[in-house]
T-cell receptor, first 114, second 111 residues
Framework: ETGVTQTPRHLVMGMTNKKSLKCEQH?????MYWYKQSAKKPLELMFV???????ENNSVPSRFSPECPNSSHLFLHLHTLQPEDSALYLC?????????????FGPGTRLTVL | KNEVEQSPQNLTAQEGEFITINCSYS?????LHWLQQHPGGGIVSLFM???GKKKHGRLIATINIQEKHSSLHITASHPRDSAVYIC?????????????FGKGTKLSVKP
């Protein structure tokens, strides 16, 4: 399998549930990213990991908890979410910079919070 | 005002037409990306450029660093080009991952 994969592709959860999103990349990259895309809004960066270390947390609420056990896998643990957290969550990977490197995106997880 | 502005927001074209999508930005950048997002959400990176011009098949991307402007051109457009095209810039002062995204241009190509 090649590229960046994400599971599940669709997720519906209640506000009291705990769930996790998974991202896996088969490109040999060492940087991984979580993005959020809400309706009618631009993509927003959430977290960046370089060589398994978190290097960016873009003021994301603590109900979103990332985990990067190795350079190929990235998780986003979700708990006590709000309906406004419903969005498309995209994972991406790249080689870390500098210089800037092209990012490769997964297909996304469409999350609905009831 | 957004740091990355795209125009037009929506574009409808007939098959075969030449298409131009514009991106203007207000920050110093180290690179600019053009991305394509199909219905369903998946994003494909089309180009990353920091100067000049790049071409891939029917797609051409140009950037003018002095004017802080980039264009994406599609020649001989086809219905399969219908998608949202997103411009994203990597801020000079930001870290590697901190792309700033435009809102996207929704392109619909009619047969």
């Amino acid at each position: 399998e090649t590229g960046v994969t994400q599971t599940p592709r669709h997720l519906v959860m209640g506000m009291t549930n705990k769930k996790s999103l998974k991202c896996e990349q088969h490109l040999g990259h060492n940087a991984m990213y979580w993005y959020k895309q809400s309706a009618k809004k631009p993509l927003e960066l959430m977290f960046v990991y370089n060589f398994k270390e978190q290097t960016e947390n873009n003021s994301v609420p603590s109900r979103f908890s990332p985990e990067c056990p190795n350079s190929s896998h990235l998780f986003l643990h979700l708990h006590t979410l709000q309906p406004e957290d419903s969005a498309l969550y995209l994972c991406a990977s790249s080689q870390p910079g500098p210089p800037p490197n092209e990012q490769f995106f997964g297909p996304g997880t469409r999350l609905t919070v009831l | 005002k957004n740091e990355v502005e795209q125009s037009p927001q929506n574009l409808t074209a007939q098959e075969g037409e030449f298409i131009t999508i514009n991106c203007s930005y207000s920050v110093g950048i180290s690179a600019l990306h053009w991305l394509q997002q199909h219905p369903g959400g998946g994003i494909v990176s089309l180009f990353m450029l920091s100067s000049g011009k790049k071409k891939h098949g029917r797609l051409i991307a140009t950037i003018n660093i002095q004017e802080k402007h980039s264009s994406l051109h599609i020649t001989a457009s086809h219905p399969r080009d219908s998608a949202v095209y997103i411009c994203a810039v990597l801020d000079l002062g930001g870290s590697q991952g901190n792309l700033i995204f435009g809102k996207g241009t929704k392109l619909s190509v009619k047969p």
